[in-house]
């Protein structure tokens, strides 16, 4: 007997697939199976991953550098998902900017940035992507929030606002489009052993006053489970929510953060 994989013969969009994360739920993601468009800024970074991903034997893996600021760029991305594959099964909203600020010096400039990537640009990925999904009557989206969104972080405050506007763009887009049966569900991971962590702890150490070091500190020392999260074990999620064995799901966000945060 052959063992198919749980995401056998199926199409994913996966953003921000250059980075930590995202490299990852690529490689588990052909690991079951999976047919993948990969997209991120960073269009030479985004080439190695998937020369890396065709070097292991993944056969059908293609990949199509975005700024997802842009809705016209956004809108093109899933048009291209359409144009190589027919159809699209499964979005993985994914890429994320952040940036470590104290209340006193966060502008308007990093308010645009992190709410024109990881709000804007996460949300006019799944309205081009469900679009198609409707169409067929199917298809699950998955966005990368973060505890952060279900918590106060004093400096992150901006990031933590986008990732609470993740959490709500899931429930509403699950209500919206669960008669046509497109679910939509999110991840929240609490700290992934991942770039964006490691800058996140570069600028915690470089911040001036003891007042703001108190406030914030991405150590694992916190994580009831001991340890940040591997990457793959947020991919072990993001499969099962990609899958059927998730089903009867749609709205939720489910916390992979070792225990971080439990509500
Ligand atoms: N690392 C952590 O501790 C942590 C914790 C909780 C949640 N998350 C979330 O996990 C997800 C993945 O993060 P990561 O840790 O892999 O970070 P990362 O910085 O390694 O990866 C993010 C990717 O997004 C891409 N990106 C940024 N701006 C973009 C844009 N305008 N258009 C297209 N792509 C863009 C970047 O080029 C990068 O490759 C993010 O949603 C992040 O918020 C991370």
Redesign the pocket.
Known sequence: MTNMGKLEGQVALI??A?????QSLAEGFVREGCRLLL????AP?LSRVIDHLRSQGAAVVRGAP????SCDQTTALVERVIQEYGHINILVN?????SMRSLWDLTERDWDEILD??VK?LFFTLQSAARHMVERGSGSIIN?????GRVGRPTLLHYAAS?AAVISITRSAALALAKQRVRVNAIA????D????HDLQSAWNNMSTAEDKSAHNPSPDKVPLGR?AK?QDIVATAVYLASRDSEYMTGQTLNVCGGLVMS
Do not use: F, Q, Y
């Not at 991942?194 to 962590?197: H, I, N």
């Open positions: 953003t921000g250059a980075g930590g994360l995202g997209s991120d800024l960073d970074r975005a700024d997802l600021r994914n890429a994320a900017v952040s990537v990881n640009g990368i929030a973060s505890v952060a990732k991971p609490g700290m992934i991942t770039e964006m962590l940040v990457p």
